[in-house]
């Protein structure tokens, strides 16, 4: 029984780590440029017009 649990954590360890490499990896690598345009609400691509 010990050595099935064994299995279980090194598994349960090793799919956590290929879920979080390419979410750290992405964060290290993105270009870090914001603008406001980009910081600006994009709604539908078309300028808004009188209220909603």
Known sequence: MIDMTGHFVVF???AVGF???PLL???L???KLPTAE???VYECG???IGSS
Do not use: I
């Open 38 to 40: 980009k910081d600006s």
């Open 25 to 27: 990896l992405g964060k």
């Open 19 to 21: 879920l979080l490499a």
């Open 46 to 48: 078309e300028p808004t």
């Open 12 to 14: 349960t360890v090793v």
């Open 29 to 31: 690598v993105r270009p």
